[in-house]
Nanobody, 126 residues
């Protein structure tokens, strides 16, 4: 599966942004989808994940209550709605896919995912 994230940009602290990831090349509903981010000079960090059906989601503690992950299997897309963004959340946000189980023990680990898209840059100004 090929993945392409979009929707990044410049937003002020406290603002909102909606990222989208488009999938192609395979049956999208086979995959658990995840969102990760990587800030300059820092390691990649898990943000959120969603099961193949969209019925189950999992968030990093930092994302709970402010970020919402969703998917549209009919249109092969997964989205990440972010509100109340903080400057320290400036990063390149990437989507990833895996055919492994939706197992919360492993969803936050980048190694759990097989396919990665090019990220989209989110810049949060103070």
């Amino acid at each position: 599966v090929q993945l392409q994230a979009c929707g990044g940009g410049l937003v002020q602290a406290g603002g909102s942004l909606r990222l989208s990831c488009a999938a192609s090349g395979s049956t999208f509903s086979w995959y658990t989808m995840g969102w990760f981010r990587q800030a300059p000079g820092k390691e990649r960090e898990f943000v959120a994940a969603i099961s193949w059906s969209g019925g189950t989601t999992y968030y990093a503690d930092s994302a709970k209550g402010r970020f919402t992950v969703s998917r549209d299997n009919a249109n092969n897309t997964v989205a990440l709605q972010m509100i109340n963004l903080k400057p320290e959340e400036t990063a390149v946000y990437s989507c990833a896919a895996t055919t492994y189980d939706f197992n919360t023990r492993y969803l936050s680990h980048a190694e759990w995912y097989t396919y990665w898209g090019q990220g989209t840059l989110v810049t949060v100004s103070s």
